[in-house]
C-alpha cells in the first residue's frame, strides 16, 4: 500500500493508518454515484443498522454475562475441589489418630509394647504420606543435592567422598515437584 490514499472502483479511498474511507461526493459532482438513495431508502437503512447496533449489543451483554457466570462456576468448583480434597487427605489421618488414642490407653502397660505400637503407628503414618504423594526418603549414602537436601552439618570421614550423605537429621518427603520438605542432613568431607 502506497502513502498517499489511493481511489478504488467503489468511492472508497485506502488510509494506510485508518483503511478504507468513504468520499464525500455531491451530486452533479464529477464521479457521483449515477442514483442516490431516496430519502425513505436512507431513514429503512437507518432502521436496519440501528437494528443490528442493537442485536450487537445484546450479544455483547450476554457474552459478558456468560463470561462472569462462568468465572463464578470455575471458583466454586476450584473451592469444592479444596474442600473434598482436604477431607480426603483428612480422612486418611483418622487411622493414625485412632492408634495413638489406643496407645495411650494402655500407656500404663509394658513399655516394649508401647514401645512396639508406636513404630507400627509411625510406619502408618510414613504410609498415608506415601499414597498422598510424599514418600519418605532414606538419603543416606546419596550424593548430596541442594533442592532435595539441607546440610546441617559437615563431618571428616576417611573412605567417603566429599559431598555425601553420611546421615539423616531430619528425612525428607516427596521427591521432585512433589517435595513436601527437604532432608536435614550431614554430609562429608574429605580428610
Do not use: H
Given at each position: 500500500m502506497s502513502e498517499t490514499p489511493e481511489a478504488r472502483r467503489d468511492g472508497r479511498e485506502e488510509?494506510?493508518?485508518?483503511?478504507?474511507?468513504?468520499?464525500e461526493e455531491h451530486p452533479g459532482s464529477p464521479g457521483a454515484p449515477e442514483s442516490l438513495e431516496t430519502p425513505d431508502e436512507?431513514?429503512?437503512?437507518?432502521?436496519?443498522?440501528?437494528?443490528?447496533?442493537?442485536?450487537?449489543?445484546d450479544r455483547?451483554?450476554?457474552?459478558?454475562?456468560?463470561?462472569?457466570?462462568l468465572r463464578k462456576r470455575v471458583s466454586r468448583d476450584a473451592a469444592r475441589t479444596r474442600s473434598e480434597e482436604r477431607a480426603r487427605a483428612a480422612g486418611e489421618w483418622l487411622p493414625v489418630l485412632d492408634n495413638l488414642d489406643r496407645a495411650l490407653e494402655h500407656a500404663e502397660t509394658d513399655p516394649v509394647s508401647i514401645a512396639d505400637g508406636l513404630?507400627?503407628?509411625r510406619d502408618q503414618a510414613q504410609e498415608v504420606l506415601?499414597?498422598?504423594?510424599y514418600a519418605?526418603?532414606?538419603?543416606?549414602?546419596a550424593v548430596f543435592d541442594p533442592a532435595r537436601h539441607e546440610a546441617v552439618g559437615v563431618l571428616s570421614q576417611e573412605g567417603v567422598p566429599d559431598g555425601t550423605v553420611v546421615r539423616v537429621v531430619r528425612p525428607g518427603y516427596?521427591?521432585?515437584?512433589?517435595?513436601?520438605?527437604?532432608?536435614?542432613?550431614?554430609?562429608?568431607?574429605?580428610a
Open positions: 488510509t494506510p493508518d485508518r483503511g478504507p474511507e468513504v468520499r436512507l431513514q429503512e437503512r437507518v432502521v436496519e443498522l440501528q437494528a443490528l447496533v442493537t442485536d450487537l449489543q455483547w451483554r450476554r457474552a459478558l454475562a456468560d463470561l462472569d457466570n513404630r507400627v503407628i506415601s499414597r498422598l504423594g519418605r526418603r532414606d538419603d543416606t549414602g516427596g521427591d521432585g515437584e512433589q517435595q513436601l520438605r527437604p532432608a536435614l542432613v550431614v554430609v562429608a568431607k574429605g
